[in-house]
């Protein structure tokens, strides 16, 4: 499950960010950096997948 959520996270930034924290601050952030850019996007979701296990 963690690598369709990693891969989520690339190809979609902020689905791969809902679907392990939720609704919460780091979702918010996350559009917000997808919408400024799609690579910091990426990083950001990248980072809380992993970071959260």
Avoid: D, R, S
């Avoid at 939720?22 to 996350?30: D, E, P, R, V």
């Avoid at 950096?33 to 296990?53: C, D, E, Q, S």
């Amino acid at each position: 499950m963690e690598l369709l959520k990693i891969i989520c996270a690339i190809i979609l930034p902020p689905l791969g960010v809902f679907l392990q924290v939720g609704l919460g601050k780091h979702f918010w952030i996350n559009i917000i950096l997808t919408i400024l850019g799609y690579i910091p996007g990426i990083v950001h979701g990248v980072w809380v997948v992993a970071k959260n296990k």
